[in-house]
């Protein structure tokens, strides 16, 4: 049973439903876009459909245990991950010709994040020095994007709804993406109420990252449809 004071368990369950929501309104949404747009939208409606599986049985382990759900979180954040960084490579992509190798480099530093911070998470590695590997994976994506060659090539090549869409997901990955460090912090401490916190903090990020992401996408994709 859902108890009423548990705020997790409600942040479990309110996001389970709206990540299957905006599954439903990427994938509807798709017929308005234009070409190139379409894989787009595809990709963010993939991301929230991969999520709410998972958030059912997060939900689940959650309610009946009150543990961390830490092994459905990283499959998820295994799959989630990497397509967002396939559609950083698309939008890039859809307007110039780019090295694979820029994507193979924001891959495996999203990796490296993913794998040390299940690592630490799991104890299976010191938490602090796990903590910092994967952090320095994230500010390498974090460089490549502001500072690094899929930056010059948004800002040199990008139309106006490309280099929009850019933007936005410039700091989806700086900010939005700065909340997961913060919930792996909280979770440090031990008890219930480090598992409280971590998880009403991934599960808020979630919600940013895989929702308020895709309706990134899905603005840049309709305007540039009005456009065509
Ligand atoms: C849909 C899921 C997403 C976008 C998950 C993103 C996860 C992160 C950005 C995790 C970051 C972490 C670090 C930067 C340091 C180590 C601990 C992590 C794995 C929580």
Known sequence: ???????VGV???????????????FTVERDRA??????????????TGIAAIHYFYMRGVWIDTKASPT?????D???????????????????????????????????????????????EMPYW???????????????????????QISASQGTAASQTAFNALRWIVTVGWSIYPIGYVLGASA????????????????????IAFGVVIWVAATSSSEEA
């Open 77 to 123: 954040w295994l799959l989630t991950v990497p397509l967002q960084i396939v559609e950083f490579y698309l939008i890039l992509a859809a307007i110039a010709v780019v090295r694979a190798a820029l994507f193979w480099k924001l891959l495996v530093a999203s990796l490296v994040m993913l794998i040390f911070g299940y690592l630490g998470e799991v104890k």
């Open 191 to 210: 008890g219930p109420e480090g598992a409280a916190a971590l998880n009403i903090v991934y599960n808020l990020a979630d919600f940013v990252n895989k």
């Open 71 to 75: 092994v459905f979180r990283y499959v």
């Open 11 to 25: 942040s479990f369950w309110i996001i389970s439903a709206a990540m299957v929501a905006a599954t439903y309104f």
């Open 1 to 7: 049973m859902l108890n009423p004071n548990d705020y």
């Open 129 to 151: 020095i796990a903590f910092g590997v994967g952090m320095a994976g994230w500010l390498y994506i974090v460089y490549e994007i502001f500072i690094g060659e899929a930056s």
């Open 34 to 47: 234009v070409g190139k747009w379409k894989t787009s939208l595809t990709v963010a409606a993939m991301v």
